[in-house]
T-cell receptor
Framework: ETGVTQSPTHLIKTRGQQVTLRCSSQSGHNTVSWYQQALGQGPQFIFQYYREEENGRGNFPPRFSGLQFPNYSSELNVNALELDDSALYLC?????????????FGPGTRLTVT | KQEVTQIPAALSVPEGENLVLNCSFTDSAIYNLQWFRQDPGKGLTSLLLIQSSQREQTSGRLNASLDKSSGRSTLYIAASQPGDSATYLCAVRHSNTGNQFYFGTGTSLTVIP
């Protein structure tokens, strides 16, 4: 069984640019959540996708957007990058969107904005 | 809003020692609590998941307890090893406001050989 994978592992972008991060969920998992982890902080919830629909969103501006595809893989898009967007971006997949389902995290994408 | 606090922020112990990591949360209406391990620059590895109706969970040398009414959880690590060195995060899911995790800022553990 393949675990959660994310690409790329590292990325450097310039302020004002746009970025797309990708996540492949664990086999059989239909729910993907995205988190932002700034250095020295705990992860902060961005949003969740369940069966291709957004299913909950944290306190992040609209320039953070996402997609989920029919195979349940997901993308996180960030427009108009700011220096504070520099962080580790984690995705987590689960068998369902309910609270009882354990979330399995990927290795993350390290984004640096200069 | 749920606030999760972890104390201490950093801990250094000699190999073989037993240790306790603390997690507190402000809103006791949680659905479950999960402890994770994070190695530097890496993703999260799930250690233990405790449902709100449970008092504790055990896995190998790890034991996690939950006191929902007082808003506290502890992670006990027995006979610590250098390989246990990592950051330990606790996260709660709220009963009423969706499926997201609320994370603490973590405890950075160093086990000295």
């Amino acid at each position: 069984e393949t675990g959660v994978t994310q690409s790329p592992t590292h990325l450097i972008k310039t302020r004002g640019q746009q970025v797309t991060l990708r996540c492949s969920s664990q086999s059989g998992h239909n729910t993907v959540s995205w988190y932002q982890q700034a250095l020295g902080q705990g992860p902060q919830f961005i949003f969740q996708y369940y069966r291709e629909e957004e299913n909950g969103r944290g306190n992040f501006p609209p320039r953070f957007s996402g997609l989920q595809f029919p195979n349940y893989s997901s993308e996180l898009n960030v427009n108009a990058l700011e220096l504070d967007d520099s962080a580790l971006y984690l995705c987590a997949s689960s068998l369902g969107q309910g609270r009882s389902y354990e979330q399995y995290f990927g290795p993350g994408t390290r984004l640096t904005v200069t | 809003k749920q606030e999760v606090t972890q104390i201490p922020a950093a801990l250094s112990v000699p190999e073989g020692e037993n240790l306790v990591l603390n997690c507190s949360f402000t809103d006791s209406a949680i659905y479950n609590l999960q402890w994770f391990r994070q190695d530097p620059g890496k993703g999260l590895t799930s250690l233990l998941l405790i449902q709100s109706s449970q008092r504790e969970q055990t896995s190998g040398r790890l034991n996690a307890s939950l006191d929902k009414s007082s808003g506290r959880s502890t992670l006990y690590i027995a006979a610590s090893q250098p390989g246990d060195s990592a950051t330990y995060l606790c996260a709660v899911r709220h009963s009423n406001t969706g499926n997201q995790f609320y994370f603490g800022t973590g405890t950075s553990l160093t086990v000295i050989p």
